[in-house]
Structure formats: C-alpha cells, structure tokens
C-alpha cells in the first residue's frame, strides 16, 4: 500500500511538472517554417520554435540555432490585452528591412501564419477568430520579411499613432 501511495503522488507531481513546463512558453514564439525550394524536405532540423521571454529585447538573433536555414517565420503572441511587441527584418531594430507591430486587444493568444499578409503603412485590426485572439498590426512592408526577422522589440517605441 505504501508504494501505491508513492507512486500515485509521485505520478500526480509528474504530470502537474510536465503541465506547467508546457505553459512555460515565451510570450512571443516564432515558429520557422522551412521554405522548400531551397531546403530539402526532409532536412527537419530546420523546423524550430524561437521563444522570447515577455520583456526580452533581442537585437541580433543569430542565437537561434536554425537563424541561417531559409524559412518563414510565423508567430504566437501571449498575454494580457495592450502587450506589444515588434519583429524587424534587421538587426538592432532598424527598420529599413522592413518591421511588423502588433498589439493584443484581448487576452487571449494570437496566431499570425502569414506575416506579410497585412497591408503596409497603416494599422489593420483582425478580429478574434476560432484559433486566434483579436489584434492590430502595423506593418512596413519589405521583400522576404517574413524570412528574415533579425531582431525583436517589446512596448511602444514610436511617439505618436504610428510606428514611423
């Protein structure tokens, strides 16, 4: 009986361990996708998750392991209404290749499959949906953004209504 019990209470931490490192996620993952044209579909290791800690400004990614492998980005966004974050297309934050800012409107996590698939040079709000929260993104359309994201900055950097 004694070892029942501790293999029932050991099971239980187990399982509640493992739940909660599954919610350990970052705020922010970027998810590579590789584009096969130039990556053969078969080489795998270069599908991989990019976590970024909320508040973890990253200025040069070359950190993630699979930075140099040809692919697109796609991004999940948690946390509370109001978080901001922005993915250049250029290390440092700069913005000459191009950057996307997005701001949760509600609570729940964003999904966005498609990075370039906004129009440019103004905010465009997407309603929640069945696999995504409700957002606005502003987006400063650049060739093969969505395949070269360098750097990531958390909160409102611009000074009035848009990113300039």
Known sequence: ????????VGLILFLVGTLHAAEQRGA??????????FEDARKLGC??????????NVADMREFR????????EMTLRGKKGRTVTLYAQFN???????LAVRKLDDRKIW?????????????TIPAG????????????ASGFDQ?????????WWKGETPN
Request: proline share 4%.
């Open 130 to 141: 069945h696999q995504t929260g409700s957002y606005e993104a502003f987006y400063r359309e």
């Open 1 to 8: 009986m004694k070892y029942k019990t501790i293999a029932v």
């Open 93 to 99: 934050f700069g913005k000459k290749g191009g950057f």
């Open 28 to 37: 922010l993952v970027l998810n590579k996708i590789p584009i096969y044209e």
């Open 66 to 73: 699979n930075f140099h492998c040809q692919g697109r980005y």
């Open 148 to 156: 070269n994201i360098s750097s990531i900055k958390w909160g409102q």
């Open 47 to 56: 599908t991989e998750m990019y976590d970024v800690k909320y508040e973890r």
């Open 112 to 124: 966005i499959p498609d990075l370039e698939n906004l129009p440019s040079g103004r905010w465009t």
